[in-house]
């Protein structure tokens, strides 16, 4: 049974937890500890978050931290599309009856498609799972 959503912070601070799958090992060495840090430091400058502490362990994270000018850890607003309504929204867009048709579209029209459902909120993913494109050939039509 999926865990209830979080209240957002009236303050905009939050203790964040991160760890490994079934408590396995995230930090083998001092390197990877850095690298962490340095990633951290990263996306502190890009999202303006404050950092109040930081613990590293070699299988958890705690951090400290606040939202500032960007609300950093908003949840995405996305909507999650079930797979049988991303079906559905593939066969709409697409004007297609089965949603492997797709693939035989040629490169041009297919990329156009690709680009309108992601921008429609369906991920990479779902729509390579569903339609049977590559990741790559996906995330190619989205960049052009």
Known sequence: MPRTARRKSETGIYHLI???INRQTIFANEE???KFI???EKYQKKSEFKLYAYCLMSNHVHLLMKEE???CLELDEKK???DQEAIELIKYVCQI???NELQNLDREKQGAYLK???TEGLSVRQ???ITGIGRWVIQKAVKS
């Open 32 to 34: 990877d500890a850095i």
């Open 38 to 40: 340095q990633t951290l």
């Open 127 to 129: 729509i390579s799972r």
């Open 80 to 82: 999650k599309w079930k």
């Open 69 to 71: 000018k960007e609300a």
């Open 97 to 99: 009856n089965h949603c």
């Open 18 to 20: 991160l760890r490994g």
């Open 116 to 118: 309108q459902l992601c």
